[in-house]
């Protein structure tokens, strides 16, 4: 079966970097665009980077671009997000997920205080 498992959240300070990892199984990784999202506490989840299977094109949301980078590993099956100059702005749990029947990780807290 399909399964995604978000790992590399945590607590950092303002400033700080952090790089999540989705390990992925169970389908041909390579095959599809990837997304990771997000969910801060009270807030609706918003889309905040996609890239497409070979890894050619990448979206952001406006709110990390130059901050975000997304990227994947097709010989590996994981997809990541590596973050830089977080803000607090940026805590909430952040999730893996493909578009093509609506599968999603369990998630990761992100944690951005001093």
């Known amino acids: 079966q399909v399964q995604l498992v978000e790992s590399g959240g945590g607590l950092v300070q303002p400033g700080g970097s952090l790089r999540l990892s989705c390990a992925t199984s169970?389908?041909?990784?390579?095959?599809?665009?990837m997304s990771w999202y997000r969910q801060a506490p009270g807030k609706e989840r918003e889309l905040v980077a996609t890239?497409?299977?070979?890894?050619?094109?990448?979206n952001y949301a406006d709110f990390v671009k130059g901050r975000f980078t997304i990227s994947r590993d097709n010989v590996k099956n994981t997809l990541y997000l590596q973050m830089n100059s977080l803000k607090p702005e940026d805590t909430a749990v952040y999730y893996c997920?493909?578009?093509?029947?609506?599968?999603w990780g369990q998630g990761t807290q992100v944690t951005v205080s001093s």
């Open positions: 890239i497409t299977s070979t890894g050619g094109s990448t």
């Open positions: 169970g389908f041909t990784f390579s095959s599809y665009t």
């Open positions: 997920h493909r578009r093509i029947l609506n599968y």
